[in-house]
């Protein structure tokens, strides 16, 4: 038996996966589990204990454990960053070999967390290096097995912040890489820090903002960044300060807030924008600018790297990932305005999902392993039996209904979206990623004009400005949709037909786009059903999803449902087939 567990570890996101001969058996983030706080970048003990338990084995049984970590990576590239800034290369170099000696204890961390021996381990241990591990995440778990074109950008991983691959059968061929100081994931970071949103993850709030502002910036935003005659980028120097030695990210901030993240952008910056706003002043309309033109030049910058790479490999499919790579908004721009034509990302395309590039990674280039595998859905976390629903209903205090079957159950919950209430689903197994796509969300009707607003005051608590998505029926995507995306993990963020813009104004943002999820009945059938209830109730093949949680990670247990149900004005909850309603 072949037994691979990949591991995301030392910073955030931390995350583990399990693959057994070659197929995926689970994968969770460290943050749904143990202390519950968002990108946490503890040692994902907890989710290996509950991998190994779910399958029934043991840390002993395990053939294979990898990182997404190489710690010999780009060598030569880091010796020459040392040379040439002795101050902060130093720092860093002492805290790349500070990683190494850590990563050099896994036996004894693992053994310990799974209360074994450490003298019993017999894995072998694979470092992966981080961007090749994230391109294998996406193109091992693809469909695609004929020429491929493979592309990885984020803020950084082993002192590199973007790769260029050719994938074919099982072979994935690095043609070219960005080294740092340049960044794309570090540019975002340091303008979404500019505007007042510094703390760590918050990238899709500038994404969110970006519509409400113009491309007043333009010409500022190619100073900082420039395109090269290479396919590649360069951010201006004097403008970014992430390298600097004195401005380090600390994971020991309590347990609120565990990250604090290092200021990505120099004081010179003013220069260009003026000064930057304290995150407890209000949002005006240069922010909204400032996250217009960011936007912009960050799409523009990706679409010159994807239309180099398409020269070098021609073809239609693309597979990406990366943190940058869940940046909706340009993933759409890209089938628009480059070759590429059918696109894959895996469900978790930022650092907790290069765990499952590095297991597959082992898989095909270290065993030698040709038997391929199809990532169709998002269900990889755990789940619950239905007595255990049945009793944290039955005990809520809350009125509750029981459903015989799914058809029932569909019926009754449609029922509830249709009439405008506010509906927690919680069903089988939890959602690998940071999406939450039809297990774990908070259902709603889009076609009410105050929906969006009511879930934004009442349940999340969260800023106005932020829009919802639409889960749509895959039949329906090119009715409501100018884009015909199959984006099954919410990856695409595509413009409504005019005609509908008005019609679902709670899932419609202000540029008229939808965070779209494609929903068919292979991966998710039971969603799909819900969905498909809806919509002959009420003509319309959507519902309005958001994640089932406020202001902390998504829920895992029943009874994190229930007590998230219960402090928010979510109206009803259907706890797998028993339905929860207030007075």
């Known amino acids: ?30 943050e749904r589990l143990g202390e519950r706080y968002k990108h946490s970048p503890e040692f994902p003990e907890n989710a290996v204990r509950w991998l190994l338990a779910d399958n029934g084995l043991k840390l002993s049984d395990v053939t294979h454990v990898t990182m997404a970590r190489d710690s010999s990576a780009n060598r030569a590239a880091k010796i020459a960053y040392v040379a040439r800034n002795p101050v902060s290369g130093i720092s860093s170099a002492i805290e790349h070999f500070a990683k190494r000696k850590k990563s050099a204890s896994l036996v004894e961390t693992l053994a310990a967390a799974c209360g074994e021996d450490a003298a019993a381990q017999r894995f072998e241990t694979v470092p992966v290096e981080h961007h090749l591990a994230h391109i294998a995440s996406a193109y091992y778990l693809s469909p695609f097995e004929s020429l491929t074109a493979g592309f990885s950008y984020d803020a950084s991983g082993d002192f590199c912040s973007g790769m260029a691959a050719r994938c074919e059968g099982t072979t994935i061929a690095p043609l070219g890489k960005a080294l740092l100081p340049d960044s794309l994931g570090f540019f975002y970071t340091a303008m979404c820090q500019f505007i007042g949103f510094e703390r760590f993850g918050e990238e899709y709030k500038v994404m969110g903002l970006a519509p409400y502002g113009e491309d007043k910036y ?89 239309n180099q790479l398409h020269t070098q490999v021609p073809t239609g499919q693309l597979v990406m990932a990366g943190g940058c790579a869940l ?18 990302l895996q469900a978790a395309a930022s650092d907790d999902g290069a765990c499952l590039g590095a297991a597959y990674h082992v898989w095909h280039a270290v065993e030698g392993r040709k038997e391929r595998f199809h990532m169709e859905h998002a269900a990889w976390g755990p789940g619950y039996p239905d007595e255990r629903n049945r009793k944290v209903a039955e005990e809520s205090g809350f009125r509750v209904q029981a459903c015989a079957d799914d058809d029932e159950l569909v019926e009754a919950a449609s029922a509830l979206i249709a009439e405008g209430l506010v509906t927690g689903w919680y069903q089988g197994r939890s959602e690998w990623g940071p999406r939450a796509l039809g297990n774990r969300s908070i259902l709603a009707n ?138």
Not at 1 to 29: E, Q, T
Request: hydrophobic residues 40%; proline residues 7%.
């Open 446 to 583: 889009p076609a009410i004009l105050t929906m969006k607003d009511t879930i934004n005051a009442k349940i999340k608590r969260r800023e106005s400005f932020r829009p919802f998505a639409p889960s749509v029926l895959r039949e329906d995507v090119p009715v409501y949709f100018e884009q015909d995306v199959y984006s099954p993990f919410m990856m695409h963020v595509v413009k409504l037909r005019p005609e509908w813009q008005g019609r679902l104004p709670a899932i419609t943002h202000v540029d008229g786009t939808g965070r779209l999820q494609s929903v068919d009945p292979a991966s998710n059938p039971l969603y799909h059903k819900l969905i498909s209830a809806f919509k002959r109730r009420t003509g319309i093949g959507m519902v309005l999803n958001t994640s089932f949680n406020e202001n902390e990670p998504v829920v895992d247990t029943p009874e994190q449902a229930l007590a998230c149900f219960a402090r928010t004005e979510m109206d009803a909850l259907c706890l797998g087939r028993y339905i929860l309603r207030k007075d």
């Open 327 to 344: 940046n909706g908004v340009a993933n759409a721009r890209i089938l628009r305005e480059t070759p590429f034509t059918t696109p894959y």
């Open 218 to 306: 333009a010409d500022a935003m190619k100073r900082l960044v420039t395109l090269t005659d290479d396919g590649w980028f360069k951010l201006a120097p004097g403008y970014f300060g992430m390298h600097d030695p004195s401005r380090k990210d600390r994971t020991d901030a309590g347990p609120d807030e565990r990250i604090v993240v290092a200021r990505h952008y120099e004081d010179r910056m003013a220069d260009e924008f003026g000064a930057p706003r304290r995150r407890d002043e209000p949002l005006t309309q240069r922010e909204m600018d400032i996250a217009r033109s960011a936007q912009v030049r960050f799409e523009e910058a990706a679409i010159h790297c994807l």
């Open 1 to 30: 038996m072949s037994a691979i567990l990949g591991l995301n570890a030392g910073h955030p996101d931390s995350a583990a996966c399990l693959v057994i001969d070659g197929k995926l058996v689970g994968a969770v983030a460290e």
